[in-house]
C-alpha cells in the first residue's frame, strides 16, 4: 500500500521510520515544517504541499499532528476532500472521542466513501512496538481488506491489537496515561538528580521523567484539555496530596 503520514514530527517519524524499514509499503510525509533531510535518510519522499501529498495516489493516511492542532488540520482539508475520496483515514491521536467527533462533525464520510479508523498505539519513541498494546475502533469501514492490511503493519510488529470503543480508551487512558504524564511532569519540575545512593525504585523514576518530558508539552496539554475524564483525575491527585500531607503531620 502507499501509506501518507500527514504530520512528520516525534511519532511521524517514528512510525514512518518502522513502515518504511519494512519495506512492504511506501510511506511519504507531509509537515507544515521541512522535515526533508530527515525523511531523506529514512528513504520517504517529503512534500511541503498538501494538495501535492494528497495527489499522490494513496491507500492510506495517517493524521499524526498534535492533538491541539488537530480541528485546525482537519478544517484544512476539506478543501481537498476530492482527494480524500475512497481512501482510509487513520487518527493516532492519544484521546479518542475527540478526533471521532470532529471527523464525523467536519467530513460526510459516505458521501466522500472515506473509511476512517481512529487508533491510538499506545507506544512511541521511548518504549518500542513489541507487546505494547494498539488500540483501534472501526468507525467506518467497507474496504476491510486494506484496513486488515494496515492493522497487520501493528500485528507483525508484535503489538497486542486491542479493538476498544474510543469512550472507553478515554476512561481508561485517564486514570492511566495522563496520571502518568501528570506525575513524570511533577516530578520534572522538582530537577531530581542522579544520586551515588540510587535505589530501583528512584531509577523507575527518573526514567518516568524522562519519558514523559521527551513528549512535546503540547502532547500533554492535549491529554489534559481533548478528555473529559482527565479533570477528575487531576482533583483525586490534589486531594491524595492533601490527604497525605495531613498524614504525615
Ligand atoms: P505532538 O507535539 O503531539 O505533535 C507534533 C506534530 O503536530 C508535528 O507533526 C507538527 O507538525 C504537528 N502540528 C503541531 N501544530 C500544528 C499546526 N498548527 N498545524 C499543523 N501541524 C501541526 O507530538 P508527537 O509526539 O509527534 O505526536 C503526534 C500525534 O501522535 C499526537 O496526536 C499524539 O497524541 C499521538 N501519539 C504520540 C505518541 C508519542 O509517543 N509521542 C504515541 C501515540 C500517539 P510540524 O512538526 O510540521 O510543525
Known amino acids: 500500500m502507499k501509506i501518507g503520514i500527514l504530520g512528520f514530527g516525534r511519532f511521524g517519524q517514528f512510525l514512518g521510520e518502522t513502515i518504511s524499514i519494512s519495506k512492504k509499503h511506501t510511506v511519504i510525509a507531509y509537515s507544515r515544517s521541512d522535515y526533508s533531510d530527515i525523511a531523506k535518510t529514512m528513504k520517504i519522499d517529503f512534500y511541503q504541499s498538501l494538495p501535492d501529498f494528497l495527489n499522490q495516489g494513496l491507500d492510506v493516511i495517517i493524521i499524526s499532528v498534535s492533538i491541539i492542532s488537530f480541528e485546525a488540520v482537519i478544517c484544512s482539508l476539506k478543501p481537498y476532500l476530492e482527494l480524500l475520496q475512497d481512501k482510509l483515514l487513520v487518527d493516532v491521536l492519544s484521546v479518542k472521542n475527540y478526533p471521532k467527533k470532529i471527523i464525523l462533525n467536519q467530513f460526510d464520510l459516505d458521501k466522500y466513501n472515506i473509511d476512517y479508523l481512529a487508533t491510538h ?41 486491542t479493538p476498544l470503543m474510543c469512550d472507553e480508551h478515554d476512561k481508561y487512558s485517564a486514570k492511566s496515561q495522563f496520571i502518568t504524564h501528570l506525575t513524570g511532569r511533577i516530578l520534572g519540575n522538582l530537577d531530581l538528580e542522579d544520586t551515588p545512593i540510587n535505589t530501583n525504585g528512584y531509577n523507575s523514576l527518573l526514567s518516568l521523567v524522562d519519558n514523559t518530558c521527551n513528549d512535546s508539552l503540547d502532547l500533554f496539554q492535549g491529554l489534559y484539555h481533548y478528555n473529559d475524564e482527565t479533570k477528575l483525575w487531576l482533583t483525586k491527585f490534589r486531594k491524595s496530596l492533601d490527604l497525605i500531607e495531613k498524614q504525615l503531620n
Open 121 to 161: 498505539p499506545m507506544f512511541g519513541p521511548d518504549s518500542g512496538w513489541i507487546q505494547r498494546p494498539m488500540v483501534y475502533n472501526s468507525v467506518r469501514i467497507t474496504n476491510s481488506n486494506r484496513a486488515v492490511n494496515f492493522l497487520d503493519i501493528f500485528k507483525e510488529q508484535q503489538c497486542i491489537m
